[in-house]
């Protein structure tokens, strides 16, 4: 199936992915439907928004249908205004380690306190290697999904 998304997701148990990072972006994100079945997410990543419709996640918590597109800043503040309430705040860095980039997002608001890093692969028993800082995985842990922290954030765990 085209689209597909497959990754894995980690708690981070220090701050040296900080110095390894190649870059760091605020990100600021909406939820219009968190159903599991079907998550549909307004993002703005900097300067740019995004529009991303995902499925659900297979059993392993590893794969899942992503589509996304680009739209303006403005008609992402203006979706964010419709989205269900939670809204999220975080800085992604980019940190690449051994051919692979991981996403690492720190996040803010009622969410602060968490931090997640994420590496997207080709294939589901695709091998990485895992940085000294990555933690515990979390991978198909429904609390850890975004649309879930839009819900029950972290501080309220």
């Not at 503040?77 to 975080?90: P, R, S, V, W």
């Not at 080709?122 to 800082?133: A, L, N, Q, T």
């Amino acid at each position: 199936m085209e689209h597909l998304e497959i990754e894995r997701k980690f708690l981070v148990r220090s701050e040296e992915f900080k110095q390894k990072a190649t870059s760091q972006t605020r990100i600021v994100q909406g939820f219009l439907n968190t159903d599991p079945e079907r998550t549909v997410r307004v993002r703005i990543k900097g300067d740019k928004g995004f529009l991303t419709v995902k499925g659900a996640s297979n059993e392993s918590g590893t794969t899942r249908f992503e589509w996304e597109t680009e739209i303006s800043a403005s008609e992402a503040t203006n979706l964010i205004d419709l989205c269900e309430a939670g809204i999220l705040e975080k800085i992604r860095f980019e940190v690449p380690f051994e051919n692979h980039l991981f996403e690492v997002d720190e996040f803010l608001g009622e969410n602060k306190g968490l931090v997640l890093a994420e590496v997207e692969l080709k294939h589901e028993e695709e091998r990485f290697e895992k940085p000294d800082w990555l933690g515990e995985e979390v991978t198909g842990q429904v609390r850890y999904y975004n649309s879930q922290l839009s819900i029950k954030p972290f501080k309220k765990w």
